[in-house]
């Protein structure tokens, strides 16, 4: 039968005194911004989102308080030349050390004594082999070079050295000559005019393929890590020490002698600094853009400022109640909890929706202005209440799971709905009410209906709904395309992925996991004596997911014995190598003759190598080719730029190699090494406060995906059941955040099929509600498949979000067809169609507003629930009348 409305005792209080509900509204809605500005807290850290009492949480705690904070700042630094990387660290280890009160402490293990004087011992006995053969060969053309480094002794000394093979046909003299000219070829070939590719580490350590070996790499990059003084209970814990550190790095890169150096920070803390700021910075962004298109939205859809102003009223008196109850209930707020604002936005202006269009439906039919808000507030009342009790269940289930960031989200969000629907069952008949009387009246009334049944008549939902069986079939089709996508979607483990693109502490957080030398990111295992760490060193070290392990044992060097008597040899090939300092000396007018000298003779060389058909002549012959265009190269600019490149050439070679000839032969100075003399900055990071051990335990593949990170946890923790660490812990983290969520989304639903029941009491129509959702369910999914979207520990949160609002749809339409005797095209087409569609692109609005996020996180949020709104207003506009139309007969 029609929709009838009782008198409503709720319209007759508010309407007796619409001043007094106002007034009280704002003044309550003051008092809660003020009350959440004191009050609110932030929670920045990972950690503080995942249950207290898990066990991998207990372990990590364990190891905290044995060990401390171990969370740092990560200075990376970088290039080419060691040597220079070397110096830039110590400049920027000596600038950190001149800041106060910023950081607990700085640690640069590249500038102790320790590992500069006995570095080499921690390298294998066969690379050190491989150095000893190296400067053995280079030998003949350092000690001239070192002498008086130059292009011209360079050229001299080979060619020397190649008229001494060809006198005496010396196999020895032939191999070295070989490596010296295959090292150099690798230099002229990328001489680009302005410099030289190579540099003297190619001789000094590098091993004649042209492919660097692990000592020419070493020191290449540098590694600095600070502790930081946290700001507990500020949304930027560690902004102080994270913006000194970079204003220190970047003063130090400004340097001329530092150029070619590149750096930059890393870490735990300024990863999650980077996540905290940037997403605060994109939720502000697209708090105020979901706001502005949302005013927009109802302005086009009320054609009249007055419902515009009493719905916004409305609607930002519930989110500054909510605020206060967040407050209240929970204290603080997480990277998670952060958006509920935005949620509400779109969740709350929906009730005033259906509210207003209803009024307006009623103007339209001739009721009274007063008589029209009685109406909208009534006819809707129990649809709202059971559309926010299922976006409030949906939420609610939150805090049934066991991620308490996931928990707290729910908590605060649930009563913020209850808030919103409460706001429009009070302050918004209120508005309405006040501004009643700065309404034009209308020019006549029309039959109830008329207009939105013309809507129906249109062509388009004409054809659309005349065909109930085509669009049903069309509906099953689509999602049954989509099932595979659905249950093939994978979940993205990869927190960085969540971080905004291009973010410097990204790119080297990923350095720092190729890095063998300094990787910064390892499980944690804990030794209670020297004798269990070599233990479970040596079987850590069998695993195939372990690259290495580092410990206290570990800083004591292996094979000392072979090792230093390697040293000792290379100190007696490297004895006469001594070095004066570099000058700038080309000596002009002898060059053109030492040239052509030399390419004589290295032609000689070739063609004497061919006619003995040795395998050295392919080699020298290349060198050959590549010595002519380094010539040509300098004919074309003699007239030009010759000198000036040949300065360059000469310079990127020679100018350090005296520094770096005297750093070589210090390194070569080792003495053993016994734990006593491992230094107290260095032990006291492997050694607790009741003396147990630490363990690093380095992963051979990048552990940023889920199968290789399983993998690495599940094979350590085969060894040492206990093992903690990041990778540990964000394995554990998203686990148990995953299957929070996929909890939260089947109680949601069991939630919600009760809700059905009781709305409709009826299996069939509550069965007829679900299918869409289930259908919109599944596009959405394969939407996010062709779009490249996977689910993640951000986005994952629109799966139960997605039930509660989808199925407020099935809730308006289906009542409202059952209340009265409209078609479902006439409902669909009428101020509860109209309201499922502004409802809809306000959810769309809001969240799509998060679309504009650099934070990848926060825009997939935005992405996911905006396919998600497409789909579910497709669905429920199209596929839900023809259910209806087919088998929604009415009953009684």
């Given at each position: 039968m029609p929709d009838t409305p009782k008198p409503n005792r709720l319209f007759a209080f508010i309407a007796g005194r619409p001043r007094l509900i106002l007034a009280l509204a704002l003044l309550f809605s003051a008092l809660s911004v003020i009350y959440t500005k004191k009050n609110m807290e932030f929670l920045t850290g990972r950690d503080d989102l995942m249950p207290k009492n898990a066990p991998f949480q207990m372990d990590y705690q364990a190891y905290r308080r044995e060990f401390g904070d171990q969370e740092e700042i990560v200075a990376v630094i970088e290039s080419d030349d060691a040597e220079k990387s070397t110096r830039a660290a110590d400049a920027l280890y000596q600038r950190l050390n001149r800041e106060t009160g910023l950081f607990r402490d700085v640690f640069y293990p590249g500038g102790l004594p320790f590992f500069r004087r006995n570095g080499l011992l921690f390298m294998p006995v066969e690379d050190l082999q491989r150095l000893r053969h190296t400067l053995t060969m280079a030998a003949p053309v350092l000690k001239n070079l070192a002498a008086s480094p130059s292009v011209q002794t360079l050229f001299t000394s080979l060619t020397g050295?190649?008229?001494?093979?060809?006198?005496?046909?010396?196999?020895?003299?032939?191999?070295?000559?070989?490596?010296?000219?295959?090292?150099?070829?690798?230099?002229?070939?990328?001489?680009?005019?302005?410099?030289?590719?190579?540099?003297?580490?190619?001789?000094?350590?590098?091993?004649?393929?042209?492919?660097?070996?692990?000592?020419?790499?070493?020191g290449k990059q540098q590694v600095i890590t600070m502790r930081p003084v946290k700001n507990e209970g500020s949304f930027l814990a560690s902004e102080k020490p994270i913006k000194a550190a970079r204003a220190a790095l970047a003063e130090i890169l400004k340097r001329p002698e530092f150029k070619g150096v590149t750096a930059g920070l890393t870490g735990v803390p300024v990863l999650e600094y980077e996540e905290m700021a940037t997403s605060q910075r994109d939720i502000g962004i697209a708090t105020i853009l979901s706001l502005s298109?949302?005013?927009?939205?109802?302005?086009?859809?009320?054609?009249?400022?007055?419902?515009?102003?009493?719905?916004?009223?409305?609607?930002?008196?519930?989110?500054?109640?909510?605020?206060?109850?967040?407050?209240?209930?929970?204290?603080?707020?997480?990277?998670?909890?952060?958006?509920?604002?935005?949620?509400?936005?779109?969740?709350?202006?929906?009730?005033?929706?259906?509210?207003?269009?209803?009024?307006?439906?009623?103007?339209?039919?001739?009721?009274?202005?007063?008589?029209?808000?009685?109406?909208?507030?009534?006819?809707?009342?129990?649809?709202?209440?059971?559309?926010?009790?299922?976006?409030?269940?949906?939420?609610?289930?939150?805090?049934?799971?066991?991620?308490?960031?996931?928990?707290?989200?729910?908590?605060?969000?649930?009563?913020?709905?209850?808030?919103?629907?409460?706001?429009?069952?009070?302050?918004l008949p209120a508005m309405m009410i006040l501004l009643e009387r700065f309404r034009k009246p209308q020019s006549g009334g029309i039959s109830p209906g008329q207009a939105p049944a013309d809507l129906a008549e249109k062509p388009f939902f004409r054809a659309?709904?005349?065909?109930?069986?085509?669009?049903?079939?069309?509906?099953?089709?689509?999602?049954?395309?989509?099932l595979y996508p659905t249950l093939t979607m994978r979940f993205d483990y990869n927190l960085l992925n969540l971080q905004a693109k291009g973010l410097q502490s990204v790119e080297y957080a990923y350095k720092l996991m190729r890095s063998k030398e300094n990787s910064g990111y390892f499980a944690v295992v804990i030794a209670r004596n020297t004798d269990e760490a070599k233990q479970l060193t040596e079987r850590l070290e069998k695993l195939p997911s372990v690259d290495h392990v580092v410990s206290l044992p570990a800083l004591v060097p292996d094979h000392q014995q072979a090792k230093l008597a390697e040293l000792a040899a290379i100190r007696q090939v490297m004895a006469e190598v001594k070095p004066v300092p570099y000058e700038e000396n080309l000596r002009v007018m002898e060059l053109p003759r030492v040239f052509e000298t030399f390419r004589d003779r290295v032609g000689k060389l070739k063609t004497a190598l061919e006619a003995r058909k040795a395998p050295e002549a392919k080699p020298v012959g290349a060198f050959l080719a590549t010595l002519d265009g380094f010539f040509a190269t300098l004919e074309k600019e003699k007239d030009k730029n010759a000198l000036g490149m040949l300065r360059e050439f000469q310079g990127g070679m020679f100018?350090?190699?005296?520094?770096?000839?005297?750093?070589?032969?210090?390194?070569?100075?080792?003495?053993?090494?016994?734990e006593a003399d491992v230094p107290a900055e260095l032990r006291q990071r492997f050694v607790g406060k009741s003396g147990v051990l630490l363990l690093q335990v380095a992963p051979k593949k990048e552990v940023f995906e889920r199968a290789p990170l399983r993998e690495f946890v599940t094979q350590v923790r085969s060894i040492v059941p206990h093992a903690t660490g990041e990778p540990v812990m964000v394995y554990e983290s998203l686990?148990?955040?995953?299957?929070?969520?996929?909890?939260?989304?089947?109680?949601?639903?069991?939630?919600?099929?009760?809700?059905?029941?009781?709305?409709?009491?009826?299996?069939?129509?509550?069965?007829?509600?679900?299918?869409?959702?289930a259908a919109g369910l599944l596009l959405m999914v394969g939407g996010m498949r062709l779009a490249g979207i996977s689910f993640n520990s951000a986005n994952v949160i629109v799966l139960p979000l997605i039930l509660g609002v989808g199925i407020d749809s099935a809730i308006y339409i289906i009542n409202r067809y059952r209340q009265g005797n409209e078609t479902p095209a006439q409902v669909a087409t009428r101020s509860a169609g109209i309201g499922v569609f502004l409802n809809a692109l306000t959810i769309l609005f809001s969240f799509g507003a998060l679309m504009v996020a650099h934070h990848q996180g926060v825009f997939s949020i935005g992405a996911v629930m905006s396919l998600g709104m497409v789909a579910s207003v497709a669905v429920f506009l199209a596929f839900l009348p023809a259910l209806l139309t087919l088998w929604g007969k009415r009953e009684g």
């Open positions: 050295q190649i008229d001494e093979y060809l006198a005496s046909g010396n196999p020895a003299s032939l191999e070295s000559l070989t490596f010296m000219l295959t090292t150099l070829d690798k230099g002229f070939k990328a001489f680009n005019g302005t410099g030289s590719a190579m540099t003297m580490d190619s001789f000094l350590k590098g091993g004649g393929d042209g492919t660097p070996s692990a000592l020419e790499n070493a298109l949302t005013v927009i939205l109802l302005l086009f859809a009320f054609r009249g400022l007055l419902n515009v102003i009493s719905a916004m009223v409305s609607l930002i008196v519930g989110i500054c109640l909510s605020f206060g109850f967040a407050t209240a209930t929970v204290g603080h707020l997480n990277i998670l909890s952060m958006v509920f604002a935005i949620m509400l936005i779109g969740l709350g202006i929906e009730y005033g929706i259906q509210v207003v269009l209803r009024y307006q439906e009623e103007v339209r039919g001739g009721s009274s202005g007063l008589a029209a808000i009685e109406t909208s507030l009534t006819a809707n009342m129990r649809s709202i209440v059971m559309a926010a009790a299922t976006v409030a269940l949906a939420f609610a289930t939150f805090a049934f799971t066991d991620f308490k960031g996931i928990a707290e989200l729910g908590v605060i969000a649930a009563g913020g709905v209850v808030i919103c629907v409460i706001a429009t069952f009070t302050v659309l709904f005349a065909n109930p069986r085509t669009v049903v079939a069309a509906t099953l089709l689509l999602s049954l395309a989509c100018a350090e190699l005296p520094a770096k000839l005297a750093m070589m032969k210090e390194s070569l100075d080792a003495s053993p090494v016994v686990t148990i955040l995953r299957d929070a969520y996929l909890k939260a989304f089947a109680y949601a639903f069991f939630g919600i099929a009760v809700i059905l029941l009781v709305n409709f009491k009826s299996v069939r129509f509550a069965v007829i509600g679900a299918l869409p959702l």
